[in-house]
């Protein structure tokens, strides 16, 4: 049997999950076709069809539009966006992002909730973006939500996997997709991730600051898989305070 990411009755075959706001239109679709990607996420304002300029134009048709609420301050603002999105059919899937902190651009987790519920209830697949706390995702999953996206770090960051504890209790606790979302700076962090249990990673000014941006999708993809299949394989226990031989110290000399 594939091991297929689930979302909203959707399957994918990719865990990486592109986030495109930092990219040049340009180079979208290398950094799809390198990546693997088949979720891509789109802000409602690039999507101009009245433009020279639209994302649309740019992302495969095979991959699955994530418009996301971005600009949102409020539940009702997100509501908005989403609904214009679907009106321009960028499809049903949504990513709900509110935020009204202009300096840590933290997401503001009650309205996403209120938001995620009016959602839910339209038919939308939600995929709210969120600050890592565990009544919350629930609060979430109770409210519709087809997957949650607690955040590893600040956007833009690349500092890491900073919620490290706190996403690894949504892990255990939370039954819908948990996807990392914004901080993770290096392959290695998002191979770690996925070595917890997470069921994707999204990733964009990771990919798009790197120096050779189609490659540095590409080693995301790699790291994404790698660390899927060690989750899904057992990772072997640690010793502390002691070592243990791999081969036998006894019995080659001996007589």
Not at 36 to 51: D, F, M
Not at 54 to 72: C, F, H, K
Not at 114 to 132: D, H, N, Q, R, S
């Amino acid at each position: 049997m594939k091991d297929q990411l689930v979302i909203g009755g959707h399957p994918f075959n990719s865990r990486f999950i592109l986030g495109s706001g930092k990219f040049s239109l340009e180079m979208v679709k290398a950094v799809v076709e390198n990546g693997g990607a088949e979720i891509v996420t789109l802000a409602l304002r690039r999507a101009n069809l009245k433009g020279e300029e639209n994302i649309l134009e740019y992302i495969p048709p095979q991959v699955t539009l994530l418009p996301n609420t971005s600009g949102a301050r409020t539940a009702q603002e997100a509501v908005t966006i989403a609904r214009l999105a679907r009106e321009i059919n960028c499809g049903d899937f949504i990513k709900v992002e509110v935020i009204k902190d202009s300096k840590y651009l933290f997401p503001d987790n009650y309205e996403t909730i209120k938001a995620t519920e009016i959602l839910a209830k339209e038919g939308f697949i939600v995929m709210p973006y969120m600050y890592p706390d565990l009544n919350v995702a629930r609060a979430l999953v109770n409210a519709g939500a087809a997957a949650v996206m607690p955040l590893a770090a600040p956007i833009g960051s690349n500092k890491g996997l900073c919620t490290k504890e706190v996403i690894q209790i949504l892990v255990a606790e939370i039954m819908v997709p948990i996807i990392v979302d914004a901080g993770i700076g290096r392959p290695s962090q998002a191979c770690e991730a996925m070595e917890m249990g997470v069921d994707a990673v999204m990733c964009n000014t990771a990919v798009a600051t790197a120096e050779n941006i189609p490659l540095m999708a590409k080693a995301f993809c790699l790291a994404i898989e790698a660390g899927r299949k060690a989750y899904l394989a057992g990772l072997g226990r640690v010793l502390t305070g002691a070592a243990e031989a791999s081969s036998p110290l006894t019995g080659f000399l001996e007589e």
